[in-house]
């Protein structure tokens, strides 16, 4: 059974910083990407960013790109976010998901196994 775990969110005052991890477990990830998606109250689930856990190649939203980074531990197996001067707009609840490496796009219907989420609140 596959489980992704979030950790890491948290109440941090505007350009601030946090890290969020994903502890992945139940598959072996090689050939998979790793996605972290955001959703803020009465709002859609939206694409922040992927990794290719074989590649370590990563994809940014527009909106994070230059402030969030994601990376990976393969002996961990865990995903990290980490995000820089964050902005209360970024106040969301943060989800990491899996998805063939081959079919991951920003569209939250190409993944299939999701984590519960840990809420991001920026104050301004």
């Known amino acids: 059974q596959v489980q992704l775990v979030e950790s890491g969110g948290g109440l941090v005052q505007a350009g601030g910083s946090l890290r969020l991890s994903c502890a992945a477990s139940?598959?072996?990830?090689?050939?998979?990407?790793m996605g972290w998606f955001r959703q803020a109250p009465g709002q859609e689930r939206e694409f922040v960013g992927l990794?290719?856990?074989?590649?370590?190649?990563?994809v940014y939203a527009e909106s994070v790109k230059g402030r969030f980074t994601i990376s990976r531990d393969n002996a961990k197996n865990t995903v990290y976010l980490q995000m820089n001067s964050l902005k209360p707009e970024d106040t969301a609840v943060y989800y990491c998901?899996?998805?063939?490496?081959?079919?991951?796009?920003?569209?939250?219907?190409?993944?299939?196994?999701w984590g519960q989420g840990t809420q991001v609140t920026v104050s301004s």
């Open positions: 139940g598959r072996t990830f090689r050939n998979y990407a």
């Open positions: 990794i290719n856990w074989n590649s370590g190649k990563t």
């Open positions: 998901a899996t998805a063939n490496a081959y079919s991951a796009t920003m569209t939250p219907s190409s993944y299939d196994y």
